[in-house]
């Protein structure tokens, strides 16, 4: 048997989010003293007596993942956390709370994927699902009904970066007698960014795909919550429905959630300034981006976000063909879905991303183009973008 290492232990609820990046949830190894987890590759453990062991079987538990778990959980202001095999089953675990007859007010924004599950899987078991301009108080006030059980907020959402009000909602929600769950999709943000829980809401997703894994190269989904009884339910999704990740993209998660503070600066001050830069082309219609002053809801993102992102749309003059030239005509900006990756990445939503809202309420104009925003040097971000507008 390994002999068992001493472990120096602190106290990671006094720590800033710097260092709960790096440190909550993750100890070193108790066995060898490894300062990374380890990757437990392993589907079964042994255990000493029948029914006495702190890991059983796998989709049940790993302690790869549980490190992951415990971080997501420390860097939202949360009690729990849970990791899921992608984004889309992160949301999909989320969902199960409700019950046929129950009503979800969703953002009028959302990801293709977040429309495609409400509409086109949910709604077959009788989950209604509606969508609102979350930006609007008075409209979602209106759109709530009596048996709106959960308000389902992207912000910012994907790919029109509106930003919604996350504690003015809560304190709505709060003035109704159902009292409906708030979910926050904080993807776009990251909790580096913004921390809906400390907001009011109730439930935080993310695709861990994007910003937390930060390199490309993980499919991952986290949930943070405060509620006890709440975090039992979808503890018990979580297992009973298998969409677990594998013990090594929890682990390459874990990699990117390190730097993820150093990587949000500079994601976002390089946005910052590629938005500005466009916003001054003669070639570009309009520019999207919550930390310039021409964004409809600027104040609300100064008040609640700490860095305002990496993700910037755009229009451009002369309609969907102009727009696939230029996103066909960069170099350094690839032709790519996804996003929050060190690397920077264009695409065109209505042809891409967001092709399942087509013919809907949600449908996404074909000359918008969406970019995520590396951390490359910026003059050779806005070099690139220069060349792909002014080429003839």
């Given at each position: 048997?390994?002999?068992?290492?001493?472990?120096?232990?602190?106290?990671?609820?006094?720590?800033?989010?710097?260092?709960?990046?790096?440190?909550?949830?993750?100890?070193?190894?108790p066995?060898?003293g490894?300062?990374?987890?380890p990757?437990?590759?392993?589907?079964?453990?042994?255990?000493?007596k029948?029914?006495?062991?702190?890991?059983?079987?796998?989709?049940?538990?790993?302690p790869?993942?549980?490190?992951?778990?415990?971080?997501?959980?420390?860097?939202e202001?949360?009690?729990?956390?849970?990791?899921?095999?992608?984004g889309?089953?992160?949301?999909?675990?989320?969902i199960?709370?409700?019950?046929?007859?129950?009503?979800?007010?969703?953002?009028?924004?959302?990801?293709?994927?977040?429309?495609?599950?409400?509409?086109?899987?949910?709604?077959?078991?009788?989950?209604?699902?509606?969508?609102?301009?979350?930006?609007d108080?008075?409209?979602?006030?209106?759109?709530?009904?009596?048996?709106?059980?959960?308000?389902?907020?992207?912000?910012?959402?994907?790919?029109?970066?509106?930003?919604?009000?996350i504690?003015?909602?809560?304190?709505?929600?709060?003035?109704?007698?159902?009292a409906?769950?708030?979910?926050?999709?904080?993807?776009?943000?990251?909790?580096?960014?913004?921390?809906?829980?400390?907001?009011?809401a109730?439930?935080?997703?993310?695709?861990?795909?994007?910003?937390l894994?930060?390199h490309?190269?993980?499919?991952?989904?986290?949930?943070?919550?405060?509620?006890?009884?709440?975090?039992?339910?979808?503890?018990?999704l979580?297992?009973?429905?298998g969409?677990?990740?594998?013990?090594?993209?929890?682990?390459?998660?874990?990699?990117?959630?390190k730097?993820?503070?150093?990587?949000?600066?500079?994601?976002?001050?390089?946005a910052m300034?590629?938005?500005?830069?466009?916003?001054?082309?003669p070639?570009?219609?309009?520019?999207?981006?919550?930390?310039?002053?021409?964004?409809?809801?600027h104040?609300?993102?100064?008040r609640?976000?700490?860095v305002?992102?990496?993700?910037?749309?755009?229009?451009?003059?002369g309609?969907?063909?102009?727009?696939?030239?230029?996103?066909?005509?960069?170099k350094?900006?690839?032709?790519?879905?996804?996003?929050?990756?060190?690397?920077?990445l264009?695409?065109?939503?209505a042809?891409?991303?967001?092709?399942?809202?087509?013919?809907?309420?949600?449908?996404?104009?074909?000359?918008?183009?969406r970019?995520?925003?590396?951390?490359?040097?910026?003059?050779?971000?806005?070099?690139?973008?220069?060349?792909?507008?002014?080429?003839?």
């Amino acid at each position: 048997m390994p002999r068992k290492h001493v472990v120096r232990t602190h106290t990671i609820r006094r720590m800033n989010f710097e260092t709960l990046a790096i440190h909550a949830g993750q100890p070193p190894d108790p066995a060898y003293g490894a300062v990374m987890t380890p990757i437990y590759q392993t589907s079964t453990y042994a255990q000493n007596k029948i029914g006495e062991a702190a890991y059983d079987y796998a989709r049940t538990a790993n302690p790869t993942r549980t490190a992951l778990q415990d971080c997501i959980a420390a860097l939202e202001g949360g009690k729990h956390g849970l990791a899921f095999a992608s984004g889309m089953a992160a949301i999909d675990c989320v969902i199960r709370l409700l019950r046929p007859g129950d009503h979800v007010l969703a953002s009028n924004d959302v990801y293709g994927g977040t429309y495609r599950i409400f509409k086109r899987v949910y709604e077959d078991y009788g989950v209604q699902a509606s969508f609102v301009e979350m930006s609007d108080l008075d409209a979602v006030r209106a759109a709530m009904r009596p048996n709106t059980r959960m308000i389902w907020i992207e912000t910012p959402t994907n790919p029109l970066l509106k930003v919604a009000d996350i504690a003015a909602i809560a304190h709505l929600r709060d003035a109704v007698r159902a009292a409906p769950q708030i979910v926050v999709d904080n993807t776009f943000a990251s909790p580096y960014a913004q921390q809906p829980l400390k907001l009011g809401a109730d439930i935080v997703v993310h695709s861990a795909t994007k910003y937390l894994g930060g390199h490309s190269d993980v499919v991952n989904g986290l949930v943070a919550l405060n509620d006890d009884a709440t975090f039992a339910r979808l503890k018990f999704l979580q297992n009973a429905v298998g969409a677990v990740p594998g013990p090594f993209d929890c682990f390459l998660v874990l990699r990117g959630i390190k730097t993820l503070h150093v990587r949000m600066e500079r994601h976002s001050a390089n946005a910052m300034a590629v938005a500005a830069w466009l916003e001054s082309h003669p070639r570009v219609e309009r520019v999207i981006y919550p930390g310039l002053p021409s964004h409809p809801q600027h104040a609300i993102a100064r008040r609640q976000m700490r860095v305002f992102g990496g993700m910037v749309s755009f229009v451009v003059k002369g309609g969907p063909e102009a727009a696939r030239r230029v996103a066909e005509g960069t170099k350094l900006f690839a032709l790519a879905e996804s996003l929050g990756g060190v690397e920077s990445l264009i695409e065109l939503p209505a042809a891409m991303t967001h092709m399942s809202v087509a013919n809907s309420p949600l449908e996404v104009s074909p000359a918008l183009i969406r970019l995520s925003v590396g951390i490359e040097h910026v003059d050779d971000l806005i070099a690139d973008l220069k060349e792909a507008l002014e080429a003839r």
